[in-house]
Each structure stands twice: as structure tokens, then as C-alpha cells.
């Protein structure tokens, strides 16, 4: 029984000492409960024949149903293998962007070159999405500025994303121009954090620059990209179907139809709240799965986590 009561009076204790940041914390604990915890609530309908009318507790349950339709669809495979080639794609090459781009700016030392640098790849993320799919949509017909650079080097113009095959490619070129610079901003700050008498031992030892970065910049900055890498693999499937649907159209739905444009088509448009339900539920399931895996990979090859 004294355990009990340690720990009460302890909680107690905690409170009169930080009650102020309690207080602060509410509204953050609130948000979360009414935004994130609370509407998991409604996952429920995967497993039911979901009816506006009935609602959510009067609708039929049917198990498994909707995740068997889903398994044994002819777009199930597509849209997974175009889920996950997107996704490897943009781990492949727009993960690591943004710290090479911090690793760059990093070793600029004009003060006023690295600013400009630093505003104008931030620049594009404030950009509207709508804007950045209507300019990529312009830069990329048939007329556009990307055609009009291929025929004056002697290629035929065309529409690229009415190419299937050029879907992926235009697709992560744009987000990574969307992206590198805001994401280098935590990659800039950790650089920030490495003690500056690293790199004079190193240069009175005869350390190059590179050799600088190799040694001292990048493992100085290696927890940060660890835990950045653990983030995204809890991400890995979760590509936005906001840009997808103002890129793609019937003709590339081949290459770029993904799991969360098939969500939107099937809940939104074609009213299948259920089945859209299970299938995002099923993508939930397997980011879970990936993100723990990540985290326990981390862990134990290189002592960086979440938990």
C-alpha cells in the first residue's frame, strides 16, 4: 500500500511545484484528445456496412469484408507497388537533399550569399500547392519552359505528364524543389551545436575541408538524421494525395495512382466510406509497423530513438 502513495503524493508534489505548466499543457493535451485520440473512434466503420442514416453504432458489422474486397481487387497491387516505388523514390533521393544542402550552405562563408541562398530555397514551400501543381503543370506541356529548353536542344516537345513513365520522376523533382529548404533548417541548426574546436584541432592537423565534413560535420549531425530517417519510415506510405490528384489523370493513373488518391476516389467521390475506411486503416497499420521497426534498427545499430 506505501507504493501507492508514494507515487500520489509524489504526483501531488509535481503538480504544487509545476502547475503553470500543466496548466500551458491543457490546451495541448486537448487537441490532441479532440483531433487525433477521439476520431479513431470512427475507424470503426472498416469494420461495418457504414449508413449515414444508421450512423456509426446502428450500422452493420461485416468483420472483415471491406479488407478482403481490397486484398483481392484488381488496383490493389498497382496501387501498392505505385505507393511504395514513390515513396523508396522520394527516401532515396529527397531525404537525403536537405542535408546536402545544409552541408553546402554550411561551408559558404559570405555571410550575404548564404542568406540568399537560404531564402530563396526556402521560398517554395510557402508557395500555395495548387500554385506549384498549376506552374509544374505549366513548365511540363507540350508548350511549356522545360519542352521549349528540350527543343531547343534538338528533342520533341511534349506533354510529360501525360506520360505514365514520367509521373514519378516530375513528381519527386517538384517536391524536392518544394522541400530542400525548409527541411535543411533542422539540419542547419544541429550543425550549429558542433563544437568549433573540432574543426580547429582538425585543421592544425592538416584536415581538408572534405575531410572536415567527413569526420566531424556528418557524424556531429548523425543522431539528427536518425531520427529525421525513424520520422519518415513512420511516413513511408503516406503519400499526399493533394498534389497527386492535381498532377495525375486517368492516363497516368498506372503510375500514379497511390493508396491515399485511390482513399480520396473511393470515400469522397464514390461514397464508399467503409471500404475507404479499411484501406487507410490498412495503410495506418503497415506506417505503424515501419515505424517501430525503424526505431528498434535505430536503436540498436546506432543508439539514436524515439523511445
Known amino acids: 500500500m506505501s507504493a501507492p502513495k508514494s507515487f500520489r503524493s509524489r504526483a501531488l508534489r509535481d503538480f504544487a511545484m509545476n502547475k503553470y505548466l500543466y496548466l500551458m499543457f491543457l490546451p495541448v493535451l486537448a487537441y490532441y484528445v479532440v483531433f487525433h485520440y477521439f476520431p479513431m473512434y470512427g475507424a470503426t466503420i472498416a469494420f461495418k456496412d457504414y449508413s449515414p442514416i444508421k450512423g456509426i453504432l446502428g450500422s452493420d458489422w461485416i468483420g472483415l469484408r471491406h479488407f478482403e474486397d481490397f ?11 505505385n505507393t511504395l516505388l514513390i515513396s523508396l523514390y522520394s527516401l532515396l533521393f529527397e531525404f537525403p537533399a536537405p542535408i546536402v544542402l545544409a552541408l553546402l550552405i554550411n561551408e559558404v562563408r559570405h555571410r550575404a550569399f548564404k542568406r540568399t541562398v537560404q531564402t530563396i ?6 508557395i500555395s500547392l495548387v500554385v506549384i501543381c498549376g506552374l509544374v503543370t505549366d513548365f511540363t506541356n507540350a508548350d511549356g519552359l522545360i519542352n521549349r529548353l528540350f527543343v531547343w536542344f534538338g528533342y520533341d516537345g511534349q506533354a510529360m505528364l501525360q506520360k505514365p513513365e514520367l509521373f514519378r520522376p516530375i513528381y519527386i523533382l ?4 518544394q522541400r530542400i529548404g525548409w527541411e535543411s533548417i533542422i539540419y542547419i541548426a544541429a550543425l550549429m551545436s558542433i563544437d568549433l574546436e573540432q574543426y580547429e584541432a582538425a585543421r592544425m592537423d592538416g584536415a581538408s575541408r572534405l575531410r572536415q565534413m567527413l569526420h566531424i560535420t556528418l557524424p556531429g549531425i548523425l543522431p ?20 497527386i490528384i492535381l498532377l495525375y489523370n486517368p492516363v497516368t493513373y498506372e503510375t500514379a495512382d497511390v493508396i491515399s488518391s485511390f482513399v ?8 464508399g466510406w467503409s471500404y475507404s475506411s479499411a484501406v487507410g ?6 506506417n505503424l509497423a515501419l515505424l517501430v521497426s525503424a526505431n ?3 536503436r540498436r545499430f546506432s543508439r539514436s530513438s524515439l523511445w
Do not use: C, D, H
Open 71 to 81: 486484398f483481392q481487387s484488381y488496383y490493389f497491387w498497382r496501387i501498392l507497388k
Open 296 to 298: 528498434y534498427f535505430s
Open 174 to 177: 517538384s517536391e524536392i524543389w
Open 121 to 126: 530555397t526556402y521560398m517554395p514551400y510557402f
Open 224 to 243: 539528427t538524421i536518425a531520427i529525421m530517417l525513424i520520422l519518415r519510415m513512420g511516413n513511408l506510405l503516406n503519400v499526399g494525395f493533394e498534389k
Open 264 to 271: 480520396y476516389r473511393k470515400g469522397l467521390l464514390e461514397f
Open 281 to 286: 486503416l490498412f495503410n495506418s497499420l503497415i
